[in-house]
């Protein structure tokens, strides 16, 4: 691997004079990050899990094929709405990194171009304890607008008792 990267600067030293800028000689790189991504979506798939047997929530939600193969963003809530986790992949949706919105409302995602008919409409549904799936406009980082697909539901724990909302969310054009 050290061989392949002293190549590879070679070859930018080389290119670099040019008025081509070099590429990757080898997708060593590209897996790398791709690889990095899957670890940090299988510690994500194990906090959740975590979480979901420490809070004794009913049912199974299938962590693993929501972040692994639908690469949805998840983020949990307490009863107030306060979120407690945000998966990883967050930051390549809206730049946020998980540490920076926990102990915030998902409110902190909207602005000026942000439904108000959407937002009741989710805000009657966790009101009345009930799934929701909509699609409205939420802010990165940066402030860039984005359309979010979003799809959330109360948590309930083995006694029946709410002790949390879960959301699935992904970029949408």
């Excluded at 600067?9 to 081509?20: C, I, L, P, Q, T």
């Excluded at 979901?52 to 299938?62: K, L, M, V």
């Excluded at 949390?164 to 949408?172: G, L, P």
């Amino acid at each position: 691997m050290e061989k392949i990267r002293f190549y590879e600067e070679a070859v930018n030293h080389f290119h670099g004079k040019r008025s081509f800028s070099a590429l990757p000689i080898c997708s060593v790189e590209f897996y790398a990050q791709r690889f990095n991504r899957v670890c940090e979506n299988l510690h994500d798939t194990k906090n959740l899990n975590h979480l979901a047997n420490s809070g004794n929530w009913q049912g199974d939600i299938p962590f693993q094929e929501e972040i692994l193969d639908k690469e949805h963003v998840v983020v949990v809530t307490d009863e107030n709405l306060n979120i407690v986790y945000a998966t990883q992949n967050m930051r390549l949706m809206n730049g946020y990194r998980p540490q920076e919105v926990i102990g915030k409302t998902p409110k902190l995602f909207q602005g000026k171009d942000t439904c108000k008919e959407t937002s009741k409409k989710v805000s009657k549904a966790v009101k009345s304890l009930s799934p929701f799936e909509v699609v409205l406009t939420n802010y990165s980082k940066d402030g860039a607008p984005y359309k979010c697909w979003i799809k959330g539901a109360p948590v309930y724990n083995k006694s029946g008792k709410v002790v949390n909302f879960i959301a699935f969310e992904k970029k949408v054009a």
